[in-house]
């Protein structure tokens, strides 16, 4: 009878360990799916602003660059619709930051139109305005004047999420961007 009972004991504690390793595995399993979808949302987010920002314009007739207003989380700009980035084909983007709700979302429009979301889950975005020697511009929002010895943008974004089990997962993306044409 005691053996019966001992055995019992072990297959319950066998059984409760198996029961452990699965659901530990399910919740691994399930934050790598999220943080997979939290790189996936980044990327297309870093893509989008990095290949509007490669086009960012010079009329070189007038060297006036194209950039209308430039703060840590703001940016707006020409870009031209080839390479040739000729100003009768210009188009105006503008990024900005909204925040309704604990996050931030990154939401870029195109010629004044309707703003869309590009990135979510933001918890950080910033740009930082390098000149040709590397010196950071500042103040920001940056005046005319420091907004035409822009030479390079470096980004700094963050993303986050919170899984059903309350684990925290994120995503970190930084690029030090050149446009081609200034």
């Not at 004991?9 to 997979?36: C, D, H, N, P, W």
Request: hydrophobic share 40%; glycine share 2%; net charge neutral.
């Amino acid at each position: 009878m005691l053996d019966i009972l001992q055995s019992y004991i072990i297959k319950g504690a066998i059984l409760f360990v198996i029961i452990q390793a699965m659901l530990s595995l399910q919740q691994t399993l399930y934050e790598r799916s999220m943080k997979a979808q939290l790189e996936q949302e980044m990327f297309q987010m870093s893509s989008v602003l990095a290949s509007d920002l490669q086009c960012v314009s010079t009329d070189t007739s007038s060297l006036t660059v194209y950039f209308m207003i430039a703060d840590t989380n703001r940016l707006q700009f020409k870009i031209g619709d080839s390479l040739s980035f000729a100003t009768s084909q210009m188009h105006t983007i503008d990024y900005s930051i909204t925040k309704p709700s604990t996050y931030y979302i990154l939401n870029r429009s195109v010629d004044a139109g309707t703003a869309l979301p590009v990135g979510r889950n933001l918890i950080r975005f910033q740009c930082l305005f390098i000149d040709a020697s590397g010196n950071t511009l500042t103040p920001t929002p940056l005046s005319a004047t420091n907004r035409v010895k822009i030479n390079s943008i470096l980004i700094v974004a963050k993303m986050q999420t919170t899984t059903a089990t309350n684990d925290t997962v994120w995503s970190t993306w930084q690029a030090k961007i050149y446009p081609q044409n200034l």
